[in-house]
C-alpha cells in the first residue's frame, strides 16, 4: 500500500495551491480518502474528505468555502484545492484511507493507510 502526497510549496496569503495523493495497492474506489493536516505543535486535524459511496462531503469549519476535495477513481488520485490560502493553513498535510467496512470518519485513529505528508507554508 502506498499514498503518495505532492503539491505542497511556499505561497503567499490569498494565494493557491492544488494538493494530489495517488494511491496504490488497494481498491481505492472502495475506499474513503481523506486529508488531514498538522501545524507545528499541534495534533492531526481533519480537514476534508471524500466518501467512497460520494454523497455530502465533509469540510473543516476553518477551510468551508476555501478548499475542495475530488477524487478521481480511474487515477486513484484524490486531491485539495486550496484557494485563499491563510497563513494559519500552514501545516504539514496528510492524505489518508478509511476501508469502506470501517466506522469514523473525523479522527486519525479511524483511518487504515496514510501519505507521507507534503508541507504547505502561506507567508503573510
Known amino acids: 500500500v502506498q499514498l503518495q502526497a505532492s503539491g505542497g510549496g511556499l505561497v503567499q496569503a490569498g494565494g493557491s495551491l492544488r494538493l494530489s495523493c495517488a494511491a496504490s495497492?488497494?481498491?481505492?474506489?472502495?475506499?474513503?480518502m481523506c486529508w488531514f493536516r498538522q501545524a507545528p505543535g499541534n495534533g492531526r486535524e481533519f480537514v476534508a474528505a471524500?466518501?467512497?459511496?460520494?454523497?455530502?462531503?465533509p469540510y473543516a469549519d476553518s477551510v468551508k468555502g476555501r478548499f475542495t476535495i475530488s477524487r478521481d477513481n480511474a487515477k486513484n488520485t484524490v486531491y485539495l484545492q486550496m484557494n485563499s490560502l491563510e497563513p494559519e493553513d500552514t501545516a504539514v498535510y496528510y492524505c489518508?484511507?478509511?476501508?469502506?467496512?470501517?466506522?469514523?470518519?473525523?479522527?486519525?485513529?479511524?483511518?487504515?493507510?496514510w501519505g507521507q505528508g507534503t508541507l504547505v507554508t502561506v507567508s503573510s
Open positions: 489518508a484511507a478509511k476501508s469502506k467496512y470501517g466506522s469514523g470518519l473525523y479522527a486519525p485513529a479511524d483511518y487504515n493507510f
Open positions: 495497492g488497494f481498491i481505492f474506489s472502495s475506499y474513503t
Open positions: 471524500s466518501r467512497w459511496s460520494g454523497g455530502i462531503t
